[in-house]
Nanobody
Framework: VQLQASGGGLVQAGGSLRLSCAAS????????MNWYRQAPGKQRELVAI???????NYADSVKGRFTVSRDNAKNMVYLQMNSLKPEDTAVYYC?????????WGQGTLVTVSS
C-alpha cells in the first residue's frame, strides 16, 4: 500500500485546511485509515481514525474541529481541519495498519500562525 498525503500549508489561527491522502491498491475499502501528526520535539500522536464502515474517532484535542472522511471509489481519505490553532502545527501523516502491514505516507506540513 502506498499513501500520498497532500494539502498542508500555512494558515492563520482560526482558519481551515483540508488534507488529502491518496492510497494505492484495490482493497482500500477494507482498510481502516488513520491520521497522525508530529509536532516539533514531540511524539507522533493519533489524530483521527475512520473505519471501513465510516465510523470515526478523534483525539480529544481536535474533537469538534476536525472531520475525517473517505471516498472508497477514489481511494481517498480526507481530514477537514477547522478552527485551527497554533498548537495544531505539525507534520500530518496518513497511515493504515492491520494484518496486511503498517504503511505511512510521507507527511504534509501544517503551520498555523497566531
Amino acid at each position: 500500500v502506498q499513501l500520498q498525503a497532500s494539502g498542508g500549508g500555512l494558515v492563520q489561527a482560526g482558519g481551515s485546511l483540508r488534507l488529502s491522502c491518496a492510497a494505492s491498491g484495490t482493497a482500500f475499502s477494507m482498510y481502516a485509515m488513520n491520521w497522525y501528526r508530529q509536532a516539533p520535539g514531540k511524539q507522533r500522536e493519533l489524530v483521527a481514525i475512520i473505519g471501513t464502515g465510516g465510523s470515526t474517532n478523534y483525539a480529544d484535542s481536535v474533537k469538534g474541529r476536525f472531520t475525517v472522511s473517505r471516498d472508497n471509489a477514489k481511494n481517498m481519505v480526507y481530514l477537514q481541519m477547522n478552527s485551527l490553532k497554533p498548537e495544531d502545527t505539525a507534520v500530518y501523516y496518513c497511515n493504515t495498519k492491520g494484518w496486511y502491514g503498517n504503511f505511512w505516507g510521507q507527511g504534509t506540513l501544517v503551520t498555523v500562525s497566531s
